[in-house]
């Protein structure tokens, strides 16, 4: 398994942006799909976006779409998750995660697919 560390989070006004990072260790980050879900207070844990081993193909839910880029660097190690027009319905824990996944399994977005998580983190958005 990869051990996955996020950053990037914080406190940010309607409207505004936040690039979340996701840095990986292992020298087999090539071989990972990655995701980012987040998880509201009460809420389900919902799938944000993913991207494909090459980074060729992303995936979004719909509530982030044009709005949300995800994108990696696979020379970094490092996956990023650019959040633009933020709402105060974005606020919640974001995770990163990776697993060795593709085609339908990762445009399905289903979490149980994935087999490392990161501790995640804290995106609040305020109105």
């Known amino acids: 398994q990869v051990q996955l560390v996020e950053s990037g989070g914080g406190l940010v006004q309607a409207g505004g942006s936040l690039r979340l990072s996701c840095a990986a260790s292992g020298r087999t980050f090539s071989t990972y799909a990655f995701g980012w879900f987040r998880q509201a207070p009460g809420k389900e844990r919902e799938f944000v976006a993913a991207v494909s081993r090459s980074g060729a193909n992303t995936y979004y839910a719909d509530s982030v779409k044009g709005r949300f880029t995800i994108s990696r660097d696979n020379a970094k190690n490092t996956v990023y998750l650019q959040m633009n027009s933020l709402k105060p319905e974005d606020t919640a824990v974001y995770y990163c995660?990776?697993?060795?996944?593709?085609?339908?399994?990762?445009?399905?977005?289903?979490?149980?697919?994935?087999?490392?998580w990161g501790q995640g983190t804290q995106v609040t958005v305020s109105s």
């Open positions: 995660a990776a697993g060795r996944l593709w085609g339908s399994s990762l445009i399905s977005g289903d979490f149980r697919g994935y087999g490392s």
